[in-house]
T-cell receptor
């Protein structure tokens, strides 16, 4: 099936540092999305990418849709404590598949 | 409603009992999805409803799992004869239709089978 490999599994960083995480797949997708999940809540959409090569920003977040359509990355610049949470990548061809998540901890 | 509402938020049940989980999607959203999130895992697709079409049940892990959606709105996920491995957070999401990628998730139901 459409397996997504997301890395790293977890990150412990200092406030102010930049963060990078990525997702790869053996299958192509038409859409890549990045979600953030905070404790006790469902995932919330951060960025959606619809075109191979697309680079999109949302505040301190930047994400790219890989040119092969099989990968995507998410960068967070100048991290702050409220960035803490689990970040999921998701790829969609017909239905949506999710990566296992990257758990981000930010130390003040 | 303003968001996707799921109930109960927490459910503890004894092994072998049946449970029903409820999802109220955003009004007007024709697409509804159920996902399962096990500890430390990603989101596992379970089932998808689109309008009045037959649901896509390809993700249901066994015949103990079933779901229905009444009147194109509220959905119920039923797990019969629960097992300990069913313990997880069950998330519901809705979207305007399948081609609209902005899924809105509910807060989930945390199911614990003891």
């Amino acid at each position: 099936g459409q397996q997504l490999n997301q890395s790293p599994q977890s990150m412990f960083i200092q406030e102010g540092e930049d963060v990078s995480m990525n997702c790869t797949s053996s299958s192509i997708f038409n859409t890549w999305l990045w979600y953030k999940q905070e404790p006790g809540e469902g995932p919330v959409l951060l960025i959606a990418l619809y075109k191979a090569g697309e680079l999109t920003s949302n505040g301190r977040l930047t994400a790219q849709f890989g040119i092969t359509r099989k990968d995507s990355f998410l960068n967070i610049s100048a991290s702050i404590p409220s960035d803490v949470g689990i970040y999921f990548c998701a790829g969609q061809l017909y239905d949506m598949r999710f990566g296992a998540g990257t758990r981000l901890t930010v130390k003040p | 409603g303003a968001g996707v509402s799921q109930s109960p938020s927490n459910k503890v049940t004894e092994k072998g009992k049946d449970v029903e989980l409820r999802c109220d999607p955003i009004s007007g959203h024709t697409a509804l999805y159920w996902y399962r999130q096990s500890l430390g895992q990603g989101l596992e697709f379970l089932i998808y409803f689109q309008g009045n079409s037959a649901p896509d049940k390809s993700g249901l892990p066994s015949d103990r799992f079933s779901a229905e959606r009444t009147g194109g709105s509220v959905s119920t996920l039923t797990i019969q004869r629960t097992q300990q491995e069913d313990s997880a957070v069950y998330l519901c999401a809705s979207s305007l239709d399948r081609s609209y990628y902005g899924y809105t998730f509910g807060s989930g139901t945390r199911l614990t089978v003891v």
